[in-house]
């Protein structure tokens, strides 16, 4: 009893929430969902990941916050207070976390490295930079894009590929610093200080997001994207990847298995309705993902109409530059019909125009689906750098992408540091802030190694492999062991003593039943997917090119995806040896105190 | 409707768009924008060579089109049969060229010369870049953040460590109240049966 008077509490159930919404709404929902929709089946996706929401995001999400709540520890004592033996699961949710920790910010690097950028008359992106000798633009740009040759070269200054490695980029690292003192600043006093920060970034994204609705709706060609979008395409639902994207992305998407939602939890007060809470984050969460695609989407059709019409400007310049035209023949409207026309009167010159005549399609340049990095900082500085006004947008876009961010870190922060603090020996010899600041500038020294010239491809690693396989497992352990293992009947009981009244069987048979076989099933497609993948392959950026090239990973970094696939997943059945070799020295050591009384 | 590709070695061709460079305010393409033309090229010569000989008949035109583009080429004023070198033609051009933009509210896109590229601007490089400024204000007022919120926790916990000595029973009250064996209560503690009573009354 004692312990739970000192632990720090939340000055409110809605701040516990907030912070859980500003953890769950993350990147994520920006970036990966309204690829996934595009993807498989626009508005028709909808039905596989609302279901799996139900299925597998609510009664998970529910188990963890009651974990947390009731042991009122972070994920490592939560873990071993409910079986001593699986304390490992607490250890490799941290593990988790601590990767997770040390590349999630650099993405809060490059926005703040953006937002910084974008505050000059001219966005940096919006046009080539000028050759050394002025007689043109520098080549790479040429080939590439401007968006992209400032994502590549002058953000990461990246260098052809994972082996190739370079100095540190001083503007990154000093973006990553800016970035880990903030984060410090949100988390210093404990809970105390993160319960004040969560009312901004929780709600601030919101109203961006609605200005950017409003302005998405009203640009020219954004009800190309949106049509585009919402058209359910329903035979995507015969394909089984479209099923397991739906449960990958509820799952990763609310957080689970991180240890972030036990430690939120675990500042509650005891009675707090937990259950509630889990349904509405549940479902702000998924709104928030549909709301944020609607966003998107107006913004690719925008970029789509706009990349569309400009190449039938060019085309028919072209055409009325070879056939020297009146200028006001040849409009917009009608290219395609004078394209026809051309072939037809003038067959010899029209075969001169070669490879220089391009076809503008649409439907390709909406088709043209990306998600990660390359949708937020390429894509969509694209869009935004022909919209009126760009810098505006621009700093309200950039600062919306660090809320989201910072929220998110925020979670992934206390998931390591909760479980650290609870440790009896490091809460003995320092403070929380010392923890604190320490916990911080670890993952700011080993994070450094991201911002050099090679850093992005590690960042694709980890992003790729450092937390998605270890999180099935975790969970999946997770959930046998609080079912199974502690017992349905002794977690309901805790639930009722938590919350005045018993579980209803909706969450019954989804922990004992239905979610397992849900785990089970992601887990094996998991493994089988990675064996049939062959070796496996990342983009890296090639300079003469202008573009992105699929290579194979070298063997020292396929060992190092090896070992950061094991590093969290050994966690769990080597604590249990542990435990066990502990325990069994333990029973023989109070034997042979016996046997000596005995003889003495 | 369709130009002969000239061989002109020391001809240039001329392309402009009207409509695109001023759209409702386009000024119709006649012979007196022509000889306008003209004028100014010989302008630009002279300009170049500073020599005051050139005039508008030594800039000839042909294969006028509706495009509105045209060749030139341009005659040396002491010997009408003998054209002056292309390269010569370029640097008067080169030199002269935002003057003959500006005569015909034009720009380099919409004035073309092919096969003179113009100079693009050179790069504005200030002296400290000026997302450096931004960087320093933000990274200035989170450090001010940090450094406030520690020393006002050290403060606090100073304070609390003069006040533990006289509300040392409040803060102990306060939170034993409502968690007590589990069951949320709901009314107030009473004092009366704390535990420690660390000031006993005389």
Redesign the interface.
């Known amino acids: 009893?004692g312990k739970?008077?000192?632990r720090a509490e939340w000055d409110n159930p809605m701040q516990f929430v907030l912070a859980c919404v500003s953890y769950a709404v993350g990147l994520g929902n920006v970036w990966r969902f309204p690829y996934l929709c595009q993807m498989h089946g626009g508005g028709g996706f909808l039905i596989p990941y609302l279901l799996m929401l139900v299925l597998l995001g609510v009664p998970l999400f529910y188990m963890e916050l009651a974990i947390g709540q009731k042991m009122r520890l972070g994920s490592i004592g939560a873990w071993r207070a409910i079986n001593p033996y699986l304390g490992g699961v607490g250890l490799a949710s941290v593990v988790t976390s601590m990767y997770l920790c040390l590349y999630y910010n650099v993405i809060n690097a490059w926005s703040?490295?953006y937002?910084?950028?974008s505050?000059?008359s001219i966005l940096p992106w919006a046009e080539c930079?000028?050759n050394s000798n002025?007689?043109?633009?520098v080549e790479e740009c040429e080939r590439a894009t401007p968006t992209q040759y400032f994502f590549y070269r002058e953000t990461l200054d990246i260098s052809g590929s994972i082996e190739e490695n370079g100095g540190i980029h001083m503007?990154q690292a000093?973006?990553l610093?800016?970035a880990w003192?903030?984060v410090?600043?949100f988390i210093?006093?404990g809970v105390k200080?993160t319960g004040k920060v969560v009312y901004f970034t929780a709600t601030f994204p919101y109203l961006v997001l609605i200005i950017y609705l409003i302005r998405g709706v009203t640009l020219h060609g954004s009800i190309n994207g949106v049509k585009y979008m919402f058209t359910p395409k329903m035979e995507q639902l015969a394909n089984p990847t479209t099923w397991i994207n739906a449960a990958t992305q509820i799952f990763f998407s609310l957080g689970l298995g991180f240890g972030s939602l036990i430690a939120f939890a675990s500042y509650n007060q005891?009675?707090n309705n937990f259950e509630k809470q889990a349904i509405v984050v549940s479902m702000v969460n998924s709104s928030t993902s549909i709301f944020a695609s609607i966003v998107t989407f107006s913004i690719y059709g925008f970029k789509a109409t706009f990349n569309y019409e400009s190449c039938l400007e060019r085309v028919r310049l072209l055409l009325?530059?070879t056939?020297?035209?009146?200028?006001?023949t040849i409009s917009l409207e009608n290219v395609i019909h004078w394209i026809a026309e051309l072939n037809r009167t003038?067959p010899e010159?029209f075969t001169s125009l070669g490879g220089r005549l391009e076809t503008c399609d649409l439907e390709a340049e909406l088709d043209t689906a990306v998600e990660g990095t390359g949708l937020a900082f390429i894509v969509y500085s694209e869009a935004i750098k022909n919209m009126p006004v760009s810098q505006l947008w621009s700093v309200l876009y950039f600062i919306m992408l660090l809320l989201l961010g910072m929220g998110s870190m925020l979670g992934n922060v206390i998931a390591v540091i909760t479980p650290l603090s609870d440790l009896k020996f490091i809460s003995r010899y320092m403070s929380t802030?010392t923890l604190n600041g320490l916990v911080c500038l670890f993952c700011l020294l080993l994070g450094l190694g991201f911002t050099t010239r090679s850093g992005n491809y590690w960042f694709t690693m980890f992003n790729d492999y450092g937390a998605t396989f270890s999180l099935l497992f975790i969970v999946l352990i997770e959930v046998i062991t609080v079912c199974y293992i502690y017992g349905i009947k002794r977690f309901e009981k805790d639930v009722e003593?938590m919350l005045g009244h018993r579980l209803n069987c909706y969450w019954k048979i989804m922990l004992a039943g239905v979610s397992p076989i849900l785990l089970i099933a992601l887990f094996i497609f998991y493994i089988v997917n990675y064996i049939q993948g062959g070796t496996p392959t990342y983009q890296a950026w090639n300079k003469e090119l202008g573009k992105s090239v699929v290579t194979e990973y070298p063997p020292y970094a396929q060992a190092f995806i090896g070992l950061l696939l094991a590093s969290s997943v050994c966690c769990i059945p080597l604590t249990a040896l542990y435990t066990y070799c502990k325990k069994r020295n333990l029973a023989s050591g109070k034997r042979e105190r016996t046997v000596s009384t005995v003889s003495a | 409707m369709v130009s002969k590709t000239l061989n002109a070695p020391n001809g240039y061709k001329v392309r402009i768009s009207l409509k695109t460079a001023l759209g409702e305010d386009a000024y119709e393409w006649n012979q007196s924008e022509m000889f306008f033309f003209q004028a100014t090229m010989a302008f630009a010569m002279r300009r170049h060579f500073q020599m005051e000989t050139y005039n508008v008949d030594n800039i000839i035109l042909c294969v006028q089109t509706s495009r509105v583009s045209f060749w030139f080429v341009v005659t040396s004023p002491d010997n009408t049969t003998m054209l002056i070198p292309k390269a010569d033609v370029e640097k008067a051009v080169r030199m002269s060229r935002h003057r003959i933009n500006n005569a015909f509210l034009l720009s380099d896109r919409t004035l073309e010369f092919l096969g003179i590229y113009p100079t693009l601007a050179a790069p504005v490089n200030p002296d400290t870049p000026p997302w450096l400024i931004v960087f320093g204000v933000v990274i200035g007022a989170v450090c001010v953040g940090i450094i406030a919120l520690l020393i006002s926790s050290l403060l606090q916990k100073r304070r609390k460590e003069k006040g533990m000595t006289e509300d040392g029973q409040d803060e102990e009250d306060m939170q034993v109240k409502g968690v007590e064996n589990g069951i949320n209560l709901d009314g107030t503690y009473n004092r009366g049966f704390t535990d420690d009573d660390r000031f006993t009354k005389l």
Not at chain 1, 134 to 137: D, K, V
Not at chain 1, 323 to 328: G, P, Q
């Open positions: 009893m739970d008077a000192a703040f490295w937002l910084f950028h505050f000059q930079p000028v002025l007689t043109g633009h503007g000093l973006c610093l800016l003192m903030i410090y600043l210093v006093k200080s005891y009675n009325l530059n056939f020297d035209l009146a200028e006001d003038h010159q802030k003593d």
